[in-house]
């Protein structure tokens, strides 16, 4: 593959700073992000098909020696990171060997390579190039402090800006012991608070920062207020175990707690221990239920809701309320900026699956119950197989149109 390239024939539009280019994606190289989840990538690829690339990303173009320093830089940042000069993708741009690497939009350009490895682009609004703001001897730090003002628009999963966040502060204060907070929120485009909240949430044990990212996640800012229970508890001289902090978190949430509830909740055992209690659990009964006892009413209620809401939007369906089914992928573009087109059959393939995992438990009720509700348990269970066989043939279809394209 020839990666010769000359610059003027790159130029969307000349800047002091910045080239406005437009890219092959094979001579742009990604490293370690701050954005570690990219999710709807097809959706977003669907569009930039038909729209193009509307919002450029950002790259810098280093010679080989500079590269190596930057590399080296940015693996002291990020820890888990290993980059080396000989894993990178080199060109040549007008005449001189550069290599080109990513600072911001990696979704975009994860879409974009998608779009080309497809190759079924021609006659739509994608040019085949990844657009980019293309910088020349940009520094890491300039380079993170632009992927952190990127995702001010883009937002990341804030669990997972709050780590590539700590480890940088943590890589400047190495640098310099006296770099403020502040200083540091300027540079990145973050208030002092959020990097408290950053640098609290990433004080936490690692299995309760993975919560964050679990089947059913736990809010960000619910465990930023658990990591200052924690930091509280530790200025008393009473560290708290992960188990303890755990059940105090799975306890809000079987019972649905918001984050301003749960930070209710932190304050006021904050207070009870500031006022000299031996003991933070004295005197809170709610905190002795069993977890069951917690969970029986909510899903009791949780489920007559959701089934309340269906059997009304079905009774609106046969009255004509709707001209479509309700089930059909919306079109309407400020729908798609919130929900997935895929949406209506992934959550309905989820919550055939919570049914289907639930029939052991469901049969033992049953039996417990000397067979009142068999007969309609089975029933209703039956009806399940169909439904499963339909979600089957769609994943059939999916998969064939993904291969043919």
Same mark, same amino acid.
């Given at each position: ?10 130029? =969307? ?140 628009? &883009?937002?990341?999963?804030?669990? =997972? ?48 920062? =993975? ?100 059997? &009304? ?34 959550? #309905? ?35 399940? =197989? ?13 998969? #064939? ?5």
């Amino acid at each position: 593959m020839d990666t010769a390239l000359c610059l003027h024939q790159l130029l =969307e539009e000349q800047h002091d700073t910045a080239h406005s280019v437009v890219l092959p994606v094979s001579v742009v190289n990604t490293l370690t992000q701050v954005r570690k989840t990219l999710s709807e990538i097809d959706e977003l690829a669907d569009s930039i098909a038909v729209m193009g690339q509307i919002e450029q990303g950002i790259a810098v173009a280093l010679p080989e020696s500079e590269t190596v320093a930057y590399l080296h830089e940015w693996n002291a940042i990020h820890r888990e990171s290993t980059h080396h000069v000989s894993q990178l993708t080199p060109t040549i741009l007008d005449g001189a060997h550069y290599f080109i690497i990513l600072i911001a939009g990696h979704r975009r350009y994860t879409a974009v390579r998608q779009l080309c490895a497809r190759g079924n682009y021609a006659g739509s609004a994608f040019s085949g190039k990844y657009r980019a703001r293309l910088y020349f001897d940009m520094s890491v730090e300039k380079a993170l402090a632009l992927q952190f003002q990127e995702n001010r628009h &883009q937002p990341v999963p804030p669990h =997972e800006e709050a780590a590539a966040a700590t480890e940088y502060y943590r890589y400047l204060r190495r640098k310099e012991p006296k770099y403020t907070l502040a200083a540091f929120g300027k540079q990145i485009g973050r208030s002092t608070s959020w990097i408290r909240h950053a640098l609290a949430f990433c004080a936490l044990p690692e299995k309760l920062q =993975e919560l964050a990212t679990a089947p059913v996640p736990v809010p960000y800012g619910v465990l930023v207020e658990l990591s200052r229970y924690q930091r509280e508890l530790e200025s008393a001289g009473r560290p708290a175990s992960e188990d303890e902090l755990s059940a105090l978190v799975f306890d809000a949430m079987l019972q649905r707690k918001s984050v301003k509830d749960f930070k209710e909740i932190i304050g006021a055992r904050i207070a009870h221990l500031l006022g000299g209690q031996s003991s933070l659990f004295d005197d809170t009964p709610c905190e002795q239920r069993l977890l069951r006892r917690v969970v029986a009413p909510e899903i009791i209620m949780g489920l007559w809701s959701f089934v309340t809401y269906m059997k &009304q939007l079905s009774m609106l369906q046969r009255q004509g309320v709707f001209t479509e089914h309700y089930l059909t992928p919306e079109t309407n573009a400020a729908a798609h900026a919130q929900f997935s087109p895929k949406s209506p059959v992934n959550l #309905s393939a989820e919550l055939v699956q919570v049914l289907l995992d639930l029939q052991p438990q469901l049969n033992e009720l049953v039996a417990e119950n000397r067979g009142r509700g068999r007969k309609k348990l089975l029933k209703q269970l039956d009806k399940l =197989e169909p439904v499963q066989a339909a979600l089957d043939l769609l994943c059939i279809q999916e998969t #064939s149109s993904e291969s043919s394209a």
